[in-house]
Nanobody, 118 residues
């Protein structure tokens, strides 16, 4: 069973920065794509950024230029650096990972709250 543990959320003023971390443990298989999603109150969960095992990245249009996703494979950890935060970035941020070889299993973290005050 794979566990994803997020950290780094919190309260920040608009224009500020945060770095989220997500550490994966419990897997004997390769961790493929990792990513971050977010869900604001009353809204559906949406993609923020993903990074493949080849380090290819993809970002939501709403965060392009302000957010950087990266990973450290030696630590099975994915990071999300967020700059120029806006109140509309307020949400619970969830880590996501696909694990396996051939057949991939999807896992989610428990979420970490990010609140941006105006």
């Amino acid at each position: 069973q794979v566990q994803l543990v997020e950290s780094g959320g919190g309260l920040v003023q608009a224009g500020g920065s945060l770095r989220l971390s997500c550490a994966a443990s419990g897997s004997a298989f390769s961790i493929n794509r990792m990513g971050w999603y977010r869900q604001a109150p009353g809204k559906q969960r949406e993609l923020v950024a993903v990074i493949g095992s080849d380090d290819n990245t993809n970002y939501a249009d709403s965060v392009k230029g302000r957010v950087t996703i990266s990973r450290d494979n030696s630590k099975n950890t994915v990071y999300l650096r967020m700059n120029s935060l806006k109140p509309e970035d307020t949400a619970v941020y969830y880590c996501n990972a696909f694990v396996g070889r051939g057949v991939l299993w999807e896992y989610w973290g428990q979420g970490t709250q990010v609140t941006v005050s105006s």
